[in-house]
C-alpha cells in the first residue's frame, strides 16, 4: 500500500440544488484507494453512499445535483472537471459499476449479448464476431457457466444470481482497472452473495483489479475487504484497515453498527439496535455527525437501468 492511490476523492461535497432548495448531501468527503485493494464502504441507507459512486463517473442526476466542491483524482485527471467525452471514455474502460439490483438494471429488452457486445463496441472498434467472443469470456470470467446459452437470453429469463453475473461481466468486459460494485448481493440469497463475492476477491487476485464495495453488511466487510470508509449522514466518519477499525471502533455510529450484528455466540436478547433515525440532510443537528435521526432511501429501478443504458451507449 506504499503505491500512490489510483482514484482519490478529496473534500467532495455534492449538493441539491433548486426552487428554494440548496444544501450538500455529501459533505467534505475524502477517500483512497490504492492499486490491487478491496475498499469497503459501509454505512446506513441515505447517507450518500451511493450518491458518492455515482459521482466518480458522473452519473449522479445533474441537476438537481451538483458536485459542489473538492477533486476526483484518477490517472493524473480530475474527473470533476473532464469533458462529457472524456468521461465516456473512462465509464466502463477505466472504470466500471455493478449495480444494486441486477432485476432492474439490465435493460428487458435486450438480450444478455447484446448488451455485453455493445458495451465491448462502444470502445473498441472491432467486428461483432470479436465483440461476440469477448462478450463471451467476460460471461465465463463472471463464473456463469454456460455463456452461449446466457448470450442469447433475456433478463426475465435469467435468475437473480445470473443476472448479477450478467452485470458483473459487463463491468468486466473492457478489463477496468476499477470496478465500483454498489450493494452488489444485497438483493440476492446468501448462498449466491457468498458466490460473487468470492469471484470478485478472485478477480482482484487474477486480474490485479481494485475495487470499492459498497455494503451495510459488516459480515461482507470483514471477509472481502481490506480497509473500510463509514460513512454517516453524508460525511466519512472513521476510515482505516477492516481489522483495526472493527476490533476499536472510534465513531459512536460504527460502535452502534458493531452492535447491531448478530453473533454466532449470541442471543437476541445482546443485540443492540441503532435507535432513531438517520436524519436529513436538511435537518442536520449543529455539532458533528452523531447518530439520532434515520432515512430510507434508494435508486428506483428506472434511473438505474437509464444510466446503464448510458453506460453503453458510445
Ligand atoms: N436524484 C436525487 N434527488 C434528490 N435527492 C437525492 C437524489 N439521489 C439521492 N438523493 C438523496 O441523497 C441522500 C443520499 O442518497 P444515497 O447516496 O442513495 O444513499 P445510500 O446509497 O447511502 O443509501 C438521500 O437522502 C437521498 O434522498
Ligand atoms: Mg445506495
Redesign the pocket.
Known sequence: MTDEPLLDIRDLS?G?RGDGVGYD??RNVSMSLYPKEILAIV????????????SVLAL??SP??HITSGSIMYDGRDLTKVSASQMRAVRGAEIAMVFQDPMSALDPMFTAGTLLTSAVQAHHKVRYDVAKSRALEALADAGIEDPRRRFGEYPFQLSGGVSQRVMIALALINDPKVIIA??PTTALDVTVQAQILDRLKELRAERGMSIIL?T?NLGVVASVADRMVV?YT?EVVESGMVEEVLATPQHPYTKGLLGAVPRLNSDAATLVPIMGR?P??NELPPGCSLPIVA?E???SAG?IARILRYMVTP
Do not use: R
Open positions: 455534492i441539491l448531501i455529501v454505512g446506513e441507507s441515505g447517507c450518500g453512499k451511493s450518491l458518492t459512486a455515482l449522479h442526476a438537481p445535483l454498489d450493494e459498497i451495510h460513512m453524508g438517520v436529513q440532510p432515512a432511501s434508494s435508486m434511473p
